[in-house]
């Protein structure tokens, strides 16, 4: 295998894609062993929803300090010591004594967890072309839904008796693909822009880089800002779903079942009602081949999709999940396997599984789009800071989303017993989703402008040497 030749740069994608996988599958650990935990620790859902939420908002807070120091020199170390990071800080949350102990693991694990956010964002866009890159995108995004469910299928499944144990697993295959990424390939910035094909081929090279006055500079254009503040209010909504298998595990307890068996069909209900999300790979190239025709669609599609999973997600929280059928007793994977077959002998569970796969399809059409979206609009230089800007902002609203529905469902609970009151709180935050589709509105207006500026900016570059940049 040539580095960095053909094979290697395959290779190198789908190492990568497995390592973004396998750091989204820890983060899933927490809402899925939520209550387990709570129960062994001795604290409530609602402050142990409070650690999910900090994880979310130390995830989001460094990776903007990740992206940032990303467009400024050596990603690939980088990814490397954050790996190292956040596998060595969720082996120590699983040790955790306390409840003190595990938030402070647990924070830790979300600044390793930052660096696949923001640097990972820049390293993909350097490999594909903007002709592809919806489509690269939604493999990226769907890898990290993957990871997501796999974290919640490991930790129902092996964790709903011992929630340490699927923490000790992650964190040594973790450690396992940081080693890994070091055979990787390191694509040069900005090897996939059209723009600057011919300065590469004469081993010209890009070696421009960001610089601390240009965060204002990104701000200031308004494909961006509209971008970045859609993502605090689609956050709130979708911090909000993190709660779906709590809201499962109490329609289990509500059938007589004991927690272990609640927490193992909770998690497994909420992985199989994701299964929406790999439509993003349609979404991604349906926003490629429409980008080429029009300018404004991904921003378009992003919008439709996003307002059209509304009514199908509030329907989808209210469906009861009554005579369902569990075998108590006879280990994990009777009770996965009898959980997975009700789809097809439990109306209930039937009609809440074409719920949630027509509301995940709608809503999978947003992250591909907003992936590519961000990369066109940005110079090469600056796709890493402002990828972690823009994950501020979701991290923000996906960090208060999530602790607000704990608040909001124990403050309903006063009048709806659980779990009535869950379903109830999921189905307010949903409201969320309408403003975002007001800024993607606004996004469609102003990207053709912006996508051209960098367009015309790359073309001038490759026309002349680069400056000489002190990292």
């Keep these: 295998m040539t580095w960095g030749g053909r094979a290697h740069t395959v290779y190198t994608i789908v190492v990568f894609i497995i390592l973004a996988s396998i750091d989204n599958a820890a983060g899933a650990l927490y809402p899925a062993l939520l209550r387990v935990m709570a ?3 001795g604290v409530s859902d609602g402050r142990m929803g409070l650690v999910t939420a900090a994880l979310i908002l130390v995830t989001a807070i460094t990776a903007v300090g990740w992206g940032y120091w990303g467009d400024r020199s050596s990603r690939k170390q980088l990814l490397f010591w954050g790996t190292l990071i956040w596998a060595g800080s969720l082996a120590m949350a699983g040790r955790s004594p306390s409840y003190g102990s595990l938030l402070g693991w647990s924070a830790m694990l979300g ?7 923001s640097v990972g964002f820049s390293v993909i866009s350097d490999f594909v072309s903007p002709r592809r890159r919806g489509l690269a995108m939604s493999f990226w995004g769907l890898s990290q839904g993957a990871g997501g469910l796999i974290g919640l299928v490991i930790g129902g499944v092996y964790g709903a008796d011992n929630w340490r144990a699927p923490f000790f ?3 040594v295959a973790g450690a396992v693909m940081a080693v890994l990424y070091l055979t ?9 822009e059209p723009e600057l094909a011919e300065a590469f081929a004469a081993g010209q090279g890009y070696d421009y880089r960001i610089e601390g006055s240009d965060i204002a500079k990104l701000l200031a254009i308004k494909t961006n800002r509209w971008l970045i503040i859609q993502g605090f209010s689609a956050q709130l909504a979708y911090g909000s779903l993190i709660w779906v298998p709590l809201l499962y595990q109490g329609k289990v307890l509500a059938e007589g079942y004991d927690l272990s068996t609640a927490t193992t069909v909770g998690a497994i209900f909420g992985a199989m009602f994701q299964l929406g999300g790999i439509t993003s790979i349609a979404s991604g190239h349906l926003g490629d081949r429409m980008q080429r025709r029009d300018g404004r669609a991904r921003a378009v599609i992003s919008a439709i999709g996003i ?4 009514p199908f997600f509030v329907a989808f929280f209210f ?4 005579g369902i059928a569990i075998p108590v007793g006879e280990g994990a994977g009777a009770i996965a396997g009898a959980t997975i077959t ?3 002998t439990n109306p209930y569970v039937a009609t809440a599984f074409l719920l949630a796969l027509i509301a995940v399809t709608f809503t999978s059409a947003d992250s591909p789009n907003w992936f590519a979206l961000i990369s066109d609009v940005n110079l090469p230089e600056h796709r890493g800071t402002i990828f972690g800007l823009g994950n501020l902002s979701n991290g923000v609203g996906r960090s208060i989303g999530n602790g607000l529905t704990g608040v909001a469902a124990n403050v309903l609970s006063r009048t709806f017993t659980e779990p009535m009151n869950f379903a109830v709180g999921l189905a307010l935050f949903q409201i969320f989703f309408l403003p975002t589709g007001y800024c993607y509105w606004r996004a469609a207006k102003t990207c053709e402008a912006d996508i051209e500026r960098v367009r015309s900016t790359l073309t001038a570059r490759s026309a002349k040497p680069p400056p000489s940049t002190t990292v």
């Excluded at 307002?307 to 509304?310: E, I, Q, R, T």
């Design 319 to 322: 469906v009861p999940l009554t």
């Design 184 to 192: 990787t390939f390191e694509a040069a910035r900005g090897r996939a």
């Design 111 to 117: 600044v390793g967890l930052g660096s696949i956010a």
């Design 307 to 310: 307002l059209g999973a509304v």
């Design 342 to 344: 009700s789809i097809v």
């Design 39 to 41: 129960d062994d620790l």
């Design 169 to 171: 697993g992650l964190a």
